[in-house]
């Protein structure tokens, strides 16, 4: 892995957003399937094809940039992401 060899801090602007966008799709893919549902505590959800691909576009568009990697972990669609990411963000102001 480039990124544990360079380190985040080494890389230019550009490759920082790849790397971003990178950890943020890796996060998509994790849709919280019917068969894990034991293991993760978190429903499955069936996202059709046309939505993920939506959501894919969306993020590598950079439209998604302002939101953090966590925001799409375990959600179904795109737009679960957005919501969680208002919901990380309120959370946050509530603590401080």
Known sequence: DIIAILRLDELSEED????AKARKIERFLSLPFFVAEVFTGSPGKYVGLAETIRGFKLILSGELDGLPEQAF??????????AKATNLEMESKLKK
């Not at 972990?73 to 957005?82: H, R, S, W």
């Open 73 to 82: 972990y375990l959600v179904g669609n795109i737009d679960e992401a957005t």
């Open 16 to 19: 920082r957003l790849t790397v």
